[in-house]
């Protein structure tokens, strides 16, 4: 009784420690169950607590169910790397209501992003709608943000997208809570004007809605400013189709040699949609936008050809008449191509199609100390075409031939980082420098101080969105034609982050959760042996015992 008795309050003391001290043991080789570096620092630095509603609660398929305990799982991370400051509940928001509440209950929830799904689930009396919301509601701080838990991708299964939702959890819990946790303190960045540069209802999301969440968003005129202030992150120049001056391009070489950070998104090619509406055809001519001598020194060059994709979108055009009535069909649009990521960086790790314009290519160039990497390329089936281009809609009256495209990966967006020399370098008047440095207190810099980054996208209209006189200002990459959205959101976002963040929240992005699925196959082939094997072992283990039993009771006994 008394080592019956140790045993026992040893069993509690054990169970007792392991409630208060433990840690996980990760032995997967993707580390899926342990948080970044960057994310345990976050965590561990919150001065409040975060509350976390996660609205993907109810009977689900296999898949749903699975995301729905990877959700509780990572959240369950984050608490205890927080010290209990991450508190999250699990609700379905209409369960129970009545149908007015409901209405209600989901037009509250799409004002703050929170879109429902209609999920179709299959039982005995056939099929059967459910409205699902894979989303979270994260409050920190007086804020608020949703989290979308699943993903779409384009080139995905559905299992796969699941498991992609599952590897994304982390940087999406983590972004959240840092957003919330820096909102009276966002970074600042400018949006250049001066040189023809968007500002209408293309740039109305991005401008109005979408950067103004995560930064504090401003304008710089270069034609009305001496110079760009370093206290913004990161300057986006968009689009502009008006040269640069030298003086324009001195500002920002300037800027980029005190530490600033460029989102460049520049068409090398003048080319627009509205140009089909009275004729088919037109030919492209170049911006001119004195931009050349610049890139080229920071490492890269803007082709002025254009990129023509098998992977592309679909615009209606009318292939013939049914009396006066226009017999519309969608086509592939090779000229709209749908680019795809080229790599792992965070940037565009598991980055779904991002929807271009007339996109450009992009060839990089020797440059002392600066690392060059592609983000974004063309797909398999691709060419480029050189200045002037002939763009005609009587191209889709007939079907494409594969073999004519035969330059595949085009580069579109390039990442360069290192320390960037000026491109004024040996050109500077004394005059102008000594001028600069006396009057301004503005002293020239012929190379950076510290390594530096910049992202180059060869299509300007990547930010842009498009416009409806029902509906108004789209989402960037939203495709009103077939309703589809695309990643164009999503890259912008991930590169301003590169940009101006440096605490490395975004390397969670590049996380990958495999999915191992089995050989349906072979699993179809030796199902036999399987069954016989499961059935035949526990059985013939159970015998082996009772025999060996029965062995030993009968020479125990038999020795009385």
Not at 413 to 434: K, P, T
Request: glycine share 6%; proline share 5%; aromatic share 10%.
């Amino acid at each position: 009784m008394l080592r019956l008795g140790l045993l026992l309050l040893a069993l509690i003391a054990a169970n007792m420690l392991a409630t208060r001290f433990h840690a996980p043991l990760d032995l997967t080789a993707e580390k899926r169950f342990t948080l970044s570096p960057a994310t345990k620092n976050l965590l561990s630095q919150m001065d409040e607590t975060a509350v976390v509603d996660v609205y993907l609660k109810g009977k689900f398929p296999a898949g749903f169910q699975r995301l729905s305990e990877a959700v509780r799982e990572k959240l369950q991370f984050f608490q205890n790397a927080s010290g209990g400051k991450v508190v999250f509940r699990f609700e379905d928001p209409v369960a129970g209501k009545p149908d007015e509440e409901k209405k209600a209950i989901i037009e509250n929830l799409f004002q703050k992003g929170i879109e429902p799904m209609m999920l179709n689930q299959q039982n005995d009396e056939g099929y059967k709608e459910q409205v699902i919301f894979p989303y979270a509601l994260v409050r920190y701080k007086g804020g608020e943000l949703p989290v979308r838990l699943l993903e779409r991708h384009f080139a995905m299964s559905p299992a796969e997208q699941l498991n992609l939702s599952e590897a994304q959890l982390e940087y999406k819990f983590a972004s959240a809570i840092r957003d919330l946790g820096r909102s009276g303190h966002k970074p600042d960045v400018a949006y250049i004007m001066g040189n023809g540069e968007n500002l209408s209802y293309g740039t109305w999301d991005a401008l109005h809605e979408t950067l103004p969440r995560y930064y504090n968003l401003d304008t710089v005129d270069l034609a009305g400013s001496f110079y760009i202030p370093t206290r913004y992150k990161a300057v986006v120049i968009c689009k502009p189709t008006v040269p640069f001056s030298e003086k324009d391009k001195y500002k920002i070489d300037q800027y980029v040699m005190r530490g600033g950070r460029v989102l460049w998104l520049v068409d090398a090619l003048q080319a627009n949609m509205d140009s089909l509406q009275k004729t088919e055809t037109f030919l492209t001519t170049d911006y001119g936008l004195n931009l050349d001598d610049m890139l080229f020194k920071y490492g890269v060059r803007i082709n002025p050809v254009l990129v023509e994709d098998l992977q592309c979108v679909s615009i209606p055009v009318t292939v013939g008449y049914a009396g006066n009535e226009p017999q519309i069909e969608l086509r592939n649009w090779q000229y709209f191509p749908l680019l795809q990521s080229a790599g792992r960086h965070p940037i565009v790790s598991n980055l779904n199609f991002v929807l271009s314009v007339f996109a450009n290519s992009i060839d990089t160039v020797g440059a002392p100390g600066i690392n060059k990497t592609i983000l974004l390329t063309s797909s398999k089936y691709s060419r480029t075409s050189p200045n002037p281009v002939r763009v005609s809609l009587s191209m889709l009256r007939f079907p494409p031939r594969t073999e004519l495209f035969n330059h595949p990966y085009s580069p579109v967006a390039v990442l360069l980082e290192g320390q960037f020399q000026s491109v004024f370098q040996n050109r500077m008047a004394e005059s102008f420098v000594d001028m600069m440095r006396d009057s301004l207190k503005y002293d020239y810099k012929p190379k950076a101080d510290t390594p530096g980054r910049m992202i180059v996208v060869a299509d300007g209209d990547v930010m842009l969105n498009d416009f409806s006189s029902t509906r108004g200002p789209m989402e960037m990459g939203y495709w009103k034609f077939t309703q589809e959205r695309y990643a164009n959101k999503t890259f912008i976002l991930n590169c301003l982050e590169y940009l101006t963040d440096e605490s490395g929240i975004l390397e969670a992005r590049s996380k990958e959760s495999r999915l191992r699925l089995l050989d349906a196959g072979k699993v179809k082939a030796t199902k036999t042996n399987w069954q016989i094997l499961n059935l035949a072992v526990p059985l013939g283990l159970v015998l082996i015992f009772a025999a060996a039993y029965i062995f030993f009771r009968k020479r125990k006994y038999a020795a009385h």
